[in-house]
């Protein structure tokens, strides 16, 4: 069965440290896509980056970076010099190709709070 | 280009009776799925839609249902409220022309029961 695991539940920091946010994944399916989106306090949740099974480059986006690696089913994000805007839910969430490819698998999510 | 839009935005009930909301996905879109999001069970995926058939659905009980139209707007609806269908129903939506799909989502409608 499908799963996404977000262990840290809440992580707490000073601005301009960085910070990783972890998450595992199970599938066993050998082509998926893995998703990280970011939910501001007003609720919407904002897509951040898709990355497919087949694709284990680390990616690089301004100061948010991603690593992906298959021998241990994770997709971690790390945030380098947090602001304190940074401060959401992240959610980590995968999902299966097929007919499965519309229905996404969720983390619990990991609360980031960055202090002034 | 204007984003996924859903209304209302906050809607209260009481218990016992039905509700409806909608969703405009972004123009050109053809898909759209349903999420509920509360805290105790955190993000969960309610059906998908595409060219007005249902083609996915989760684990939720026949009082959620739900329809798309011929122009992708979609709306859920939900009968015989209970309490614990209070959550903020995300409503998403994406091209659908791929396996390389990306959702985007609206704001949501926060639905109180009462």
């Known amino acids: 069965a499908q799963k996404v695991t977000q262990a840290q539940t809440e992580i707490s920091v000073v601005e301009k440290e960085d910070v990783t946010l972890d998450c595992v994944y199970e599938t066993r399916d050998t082509t998926y896509y893995l998703f990280w989106y970011k939910q501001p306090p007003s609720g919407e949740l904002v897509f951040l980056i898709r990355r497919n099974s087949f694709d284990e480059q680390n990616e690089i986006s301004g100061r948010y970076s991603w690593n992906f690696q298959k021998s241990t089913s994770s997709f971690n994000f790390t945030i380098t010099a947090s602001q304190v805007v940074d401060s959401a839910v992240y959610f980590c969430a995968l999902s299966e190709a097929g007919d499965s490819n519309y229905q996404l698998i969720w983390g619990a999510g990991t609360k980031l709070i960055i202090k002034p | 280009k204007a984003g996924v839009t859903q209304t209302p935005r906050y809607l209260i009930k009481t218990r016992g009776q039905q509700v409806t909301l909608s969703c405009s996905p972004i123009?050109?879109?053809?898909?759209v799925s349903w999420y509920q999001q509360t805290p105790g069970q955190g993000l969960q995926f309610l059906f998908e839609y595409f060219s007005e058939t249902q083609r996915n659905k989760g684990n939720f009980p026949g009082r959620f249902s739900g329809r798309q139209f011929s122009n992708s707007r979609s709306e859920m609806n939900v009968s015989t409220l209970e309490l614990g269908d209070s959550a903020l129903y995300l409503c998403?939506?994406?091209?659908?022309?791929?396996?390389?799909?990306?959702?985007?989502f609206g704001p949501g409608t926060r639905l109180l029961v009462l």
């Open positions: 123009s050109g879109h053809r898909s």
């Open positions: 998403a939506s994406s091209l659908a022309l791929g396996e390389e799909e990306t959702q985007y």
